[in-house]
């Protein structure tokens, strides 16, 4: 089992920075790649993804103004956004995947953002 808690989500002014951070426990050592989704109604979107190998993957609405790293013990992922938008306004994910002993996927319990005009 891989466990997320995430924190940083708050309140800001449209064209200002957050920082989201998201911690994995438990078996990380199964952990193939972690990232970020957006909550917004009716649907959850891609922010963006880092993956064991490099690989890294952005939405289409944050590219330019949102960057995604990893700590060196590949437990912690950190989401850095800059310029927010309001519609960047929504509740934050933090999902982790892997394959090694068994597919899974976890999410965390959300954080939120708001960005207000």
């Known amino acids: 089992q891989v466990q997320l808690v995430e924190s940083g989500g708050g309140l800001v002014q449209a064209g200002g920075s957050l920082t989201l951070s998201c911690t994995a426990s438990g078996s990380i050592n199964r952990i193939s790649g972690m990232g970020w989704y957006r909550q917004a109604p009716g649907k959850r979107d891609l922010v963006a993804t880092f993956?064991?190998?490099?690989?890294?993957n952005y939405g289409e609405s944050v590219k330019g103004r949102f960057s995604i790293s990893r700590n060196n013990a590949k437990d912690t992922v950190y989401l850095q956004m800059n310029s927010l938008k309001p519609e960047d306004t929504g509740v934050y994910y933090c999902?982790?995947?892997?394959?090694?002993?068994?597919?899974?996927?976890?999410w965390g319990q959300g954080t939120t953002v708001t960005v207000t005009v």
């Open positions: 993956s064991n190998g490099g690989r890294i």
């Open positions: 999902n982790a995947w892997g394959s090694v002993g068994g597919t899974f996927d976890s």
